[in-house]
Nanobody, 115 residues
């Protein structure tokens, strides 16, 4: 079992920045991909960004150039640096971790961007 704990969400004005953290614990060997997803009220959960254990990254078009995902393998932590935030970025953000064929989720952290 892998446990994921997110932190760093909050309320920010449009144009501001936030940094989300996701700490993994438990049986953390062989976590190949860590990622961030988000879900706004009334909408489906969507991919924001992923990072592999080797550092390869992938981003949703809507956040490219504004968000940066990173990963500290020694600390078993993934980060999401969010700059130039927009009201449409408002959502619950969820951390994920792929271990072999199983996908784990954190409990989510709320990000609210005011206009």
């Amino acid at each position: 079992q892998v446990q994921l704990v997110e932190s760093g969400g909050g309320l920010v004005q449009a144009g501001g920045s936030l940094r989300l953290s996701c700490a993994a614990s438990g049986r953390i060997l062989s976590i190949s991909v860590m990622g961030w997803y988000r879900q706004a009220p009334g909408k489906q959960r969507e991919l924001v960004a992923t990072v592999t254990s080797g550092g390869s990254t992938n981003y949703a078009d809507s956040v490219k150039g504004r968000f940066t995902i990173s990963r500290d393998n020694a600390e078993n932590t993934a980060y999401l640096q969010m700059n130039s935030l927009k009201p449409e970025d408002t959502a619950a953000y969820y951390c994920s971790a792929l271990q072999l064929s199983r996908l784990y989720w954190g409990q989510g952290t709320q990000v609210t961007v005011s206009s």
